[in-house]
């Protein structure tokens, strides 16, 4: 039996996706880091790390640490910058053969539009990704995705920049509510929902006394908060996103494809995969392939039958 | 399994244990057999899935018909590592059937090393490497000489190998805390100087034609002392012309800082073997910073030690 007998393609906003298999931003570096180990053209689409207006060193070291199932991040929104990623990084993204999103972050708002405003000449380039959980300055540091309000108005404030581009926004989960989060965001114009990021958290050297990263916290990610992730996606979905018909990319602690498939039947559109290719990379061609098993064992013609599937007879 | 293009740098590989041996005091020499594994240099790493090809992720519950599961299995009865573990190449030999044979030497220090020291011969391993950039023999230096503490000892014995090919007379000098954890086997009838004269003393340098100078913290074997105070002895010895020696040193930061001076002191060449807390080990993650010196404000930038590293030229390093 072959792929041909079931449709894995599906939408976001317009832009075709061969199958609902995305990579998240930071995992993945800016185009073809991983290209020795897997072929990066069998993707649903390619999300780069996060680009800022210019380029950021990152925190210091220790920036990384393996908790249990799961492992702490304090990178630092290291990046190479815009104008670098403009000449260096999307030549290498137009080999890719897929759509490619670039994830956008900033310290006002003022940083996203001007970077959404470039990239719209940037024909490789199909959508943007914005990372709100970074903290505004202008606003004493609290993080966009954390007050609905700032959260609509980067949201919009980029949403009116993007003629060509879709606009995703990525939510953060370190809130209150992620659906009020979300019902904000679309009520701004996001064409598309991608969630969740990661967990604030924080890991302690008990010998020396001392939080292990040089940051102090970091996010969590990995296999730990899939469960977790998994209800915010049908959270947002019953509560936000059906109604609206903004597609939801779910992502978090995804490793194999049962976990995916747990993602599409909450209602996501499509799914991203990070932590696990820090495993093997090659994690993402099992993952489409064991999505097609499952739709074929249960006699789905196409995937579009099982999003959202959660609690339909 | 897959078969990687000749051309490819860097691949994913399914390798076979072929001797998993305990040195004794929780250290390891892991040899895997891997076929099609690229060209590779000392000072490269390779990213080892810690447990049997298959088995690392956690295994579905057994449900008896009508009775309650049996949770014996190792994901709850135990911890398991998540992230690949790196560990850099300590030896490799071309076979002619095309099979790489690949040493690596661990201490077990968690739950990803205890899980490789229990593999058993023929058991599957995923690996991927080789990574990293490699120790650049210095062509105008005749003399090496390695330094390495603890599991720091191992990639200066691939080195030591490539050393031989290259026709440079190498000398090594290996620390460990104690004698039992020192990774290397002492040929019973030539046992170390204890006044830091190099010998024939340890059987895998003695392989490789290199005498070795031996230091324990605690002097049960060989020099008392850090290795770094064992180098001196010969170093400034007077048949030893510095102009002729280049430097290669792998091992704990307070180490490798210390040989970086005294090679600064003398003007000699000198690379160093960093390690760092990594996660992809591919360049992607970004977790393994570490400062070199750059041109600007702060008058650093970072680099990534699996990428740009793990040797770096001493000189290029911003100590803080």
Same mark, same amino acid.
């Given at each position: ?41 069998? +993707? ?15 925190? #210091?070291?220790?920036?990384?640490? @393996? ?40 310290? @006002? ?10 990239? @719209? ?83 302690? #050297? ?57 993602? +599409? ?11 696990? +290719? ?5 994690? +993402? ?29 | /399994? ?124 995923? =690996? ?15 003399? !090496? ?24 007379? !190498? ?51 060989? =020099? ?43 003007? /000699? ?8 807390? /990594?996660?992809?080990? /591919? ?38």
């Amino acid at each position: 039996m072959t792929h041909d007998e079931v449709n894995l393609s599906v939408e976001i906003a317009g832009v075709k996706l061969a199958n609902p298999l995305m990579t998240c931003s930071g995992t993945c570096g800016y185009a073809t880091e991983y290209a020795d180990i897997v072929d990066l053209r069998q +993707l649903g689409a390619f999300v780069t790390k996060s680009i800022t207006a210019g380029p950021r060193v990152g925190n #210091d070291y220790p920036r990384v640490v @393996e908790t249990r199932a799961g492992m702490l991040n304090a990178i630092g929104l290291a990046n190479v910058g815009l104008e670098a990623f403009l000449d260096e990084k999307v030549p290498l993204l137009e080999s890719l053969g897929v759509p490619v999103f670039v994830n956008v972050a900033g310290r @006002e708002i003022a940083d996203y539009v001007a970077v959404a405003e470039r990239l @719209e000449e940037v024909d490789v380039v199909r959508g943007i990704e914005l990372n709100i959980s970074c903290p505004n300055v202008k606003a004493g540091g609290i993080q966009f995705g954390t007050d609905g309000a700032m959260a609509g108005e980067i949201t919009a404030a980029v949403k009116a920049a993007c003629r060509r581009n879709i606009l995703i926004v990525k939510l953060s989960p370190n809130v209150t509510d992620i659906a009020a989060i979300a019902a904000a965001v679309v009520e701004a114009g996001a064409d598309a929902l991608s969630l969740v990021n990661t967990f604030t958290a924080m890991a302690i #050297d008990i010998e020396t006394r001392r939080p292990i990263l040089a940051n102090r916290t970091g996010g969590l990610s990995g296999p730990a908060i899939r469960p977790i992730a998994v209800h915010m996606v049908d959270r947002v979905y019953r509560q936000v996103a059906r109604d609206a018909g903004v597609p939801i990319i779910g992502m978090g602690g995804i490793q194999y494809a049962h976990d995916a498939i747990e993602f +599409l039947l909450a209602g996501a559109t499509a799914v991203a995969v990070g932590t696990a +290719l820090f495993v093997d990379a090659r994690c +993402l061609i099992e993952i489409r392939d064991g999505i097609a098993d499952y739709l074929r064992r249960h006699g789905h013609a196409s995937i579009t039958e099982i999003i959202g599937a959660l609690d339909r007879e | /399994m897959s078969s990687p293009a000749p051309t490819r740098s860097k691949g994913a590989f399914a390798a076979r244990v072929l001797a998993n041996r305990s040195l004794g005091l929780d250290h390891y020499r892991l040899r895997l057999g891997v076929a099609g594994f690229p060209r590779s240099q000392p000072g490269q790493f390779i990213n080892v899935r810690c447990g049997v090809a298959g088995q690392e992720g956690p295994q579905p519950l057994e449900w008896p018909e009508g009775g309650l599961p049996r949770p014996t299995g190792p994901e709850l009865a135990g911890v398991q590592p998540l992230l690949r573990r790196p560990f850099s190449l300590a030896g490799r030999v071309d076979k002619d059937d095309g099979t790489v044979e690949l040493d690596i030497i661990h201490h077990v220090v968690g739950v990803g090393t205890a899980r490789l020291a229990e593999l058993g011969v023929g058991a599957e391993v995923s =690996v991927i490497g080789p990574l990293g950039r490699g120790f650049t023999v210095v062509a105008d230096r005749p003399v !090496a000489a390695l330094v390495g503490g603890g599991v720091g000892v191992p990639p200066l014995l691939y080195l030591a190998e490539t050393l031989q090919d290259a026709g440079v007379r !190498a000398v090594a000098f290996a620390g460990a805390r104690t004698a039992r954890a020192l990774p290397l086997r002492i040929d019973p009838s030539e046992p170390p100087s204890q006044a830091g004269w190099p010998t024939l003393c340890t059987a895998e340098f003695a392989a490789r034609h290199t005498p070795t100078v031996v230091a324990t913290d605690d002097g049960s074997l060989g =020099v008392t002392g850090f290795v770094d105070k064992a180098l001196l002895p010969w170093l400034d010895s007077p048949n030893v012309r510095a102009g002729e020696v280049a430097v290669y040193a792998c091992g704990p930061a307070p180490m490798i800082k210390a040989v970086a001076d005294i090679a600064a002191a003398r003007a /000699m060449p000198c690379q160093l073997a960093l390690e760092r807390h /990594m996660a992809c080990g /591919m360049g992607t993650c970004q977790g393994c910073a570490v400062k070199v010196k750059a041109a600007g404000e702060t008058g650093w930038a970072f680099q990534l030690v699996c990428k740009d590293g793990p040797v770096f030229d001493a000189n290029d390093l911003y100590w803080e």
